[in-house]
């Protein structure tokens, strides 16, 4: 750490946290199964949609053979596991998703 920060700042920013639904997105053995590739395509052009929506907030596919996705979504826990629940690979059973509630800051971005 390199940057000073005071008791103060650490206060304002957690003032200013607003609620969040963090959704994490894990394959199954039945990622492979026959018409995964199709399905993996709906699952994208879905959340891609669900992006340009505003209802994700920030998308990160992830390149691991056990954790698929994170999506830090715009709606409370229980709204975003019934987002979820109808997602393509999640019905297929090529993905499992949980998700939490969590809190996060105005503003923050990832880097362009």
Do not use: N, Y
């Amino acid at each position: 750490m390199s940057t000073p920060v005071t008791d103060e700042q650490i206060q304002a920013l957690a003032a200013s946290a607003k609620p969040f639904s963090l959704a994490l997105l894990q394959w199954t053995p039945q990622r492979t199964m026959d018409g995964a590739d199709a399905i993996e395509t709906e699952h994208q052009r879905r959340m891609v949609s669900l992006r340009a929506d505003g209802v994700i907030a920030v998308l990160c596919p992830v390149t691991s053979d056990a954790i698929a996705g994170v999506a830090v979504m715009t709606v409370p826990a229980e709204k975003a596991t019934e987002i979820m629940a109808a997602d393509p690979c999640v019905q297929a059973g090529m993905m499992r998703v949980d998700v939490h509630p969590c809190h996060g800051f105005p503003g923050d971005a990832i880097p362009a």
